[in-house]
Nanobody, 115 residues
Framework: QVQLVESGGGLVQPGGSLRLSCAASVSWFSSYLMGWYRQAPGKQRELVATISRLKNTNYADSVKGRFTISRDDAMKTVYLQMNSLQAEDTAVYYC?????????WGQGTQVTVAS
């Protein structure tokens, strides 16, 4: 059973920063494509960033230059460093893992950007 546990969400002022973490209980973590998605109220879940097993990264246009995804395979953890946060970044952020045809999701962590 794969479990993904997110942490690091919270309330931050516009322009501030947060770092999300996702700890995975999974074998062969280094083989997984890992990522972050988010879902704002009334909107569909959308891709934020992904990182492959070779550490190639992909970002949504809306977060390029502000967010950085990284992974620590020894710790089985993926991170999302979020800088210059804006109100539009307010959402529940979900950790995602994929290996072959199998996909897994975390329970989500709330990020609220407000003054």
């Amino acid at each position: 059973q794969v479990q993904l546990v997110e942490s690091g969400g919270g309330l931050v002022q516009p322009g501030g920063s947060l770092r999300l973490s996702c700890a995975a209980s999974v074998s062969w973590f280094s083989s997984y494509l890992m990522g972050w998605y988010r879902q704002a109220p009334g909107k569909q879940r959308e891709l934020v960033a992904t990182i492959s097993r070779l550490k190639n990264t992909n970002y949504a246009d809306s977060v390029k230059g502000r967010f950085t995804i990284s992974r620590d395979d020894a710790m089985k953890t993926v991170y999302l460093q979020m800088n210059s946060l804006q109100a539009e970044d307010t959402a529940v952020y979900y950790c995602y893992a994929r290996l072959g045809g199998n996909e897994y999701w975390g329970q989500g962590t709330q990020v609220t950007v407000a003054s």
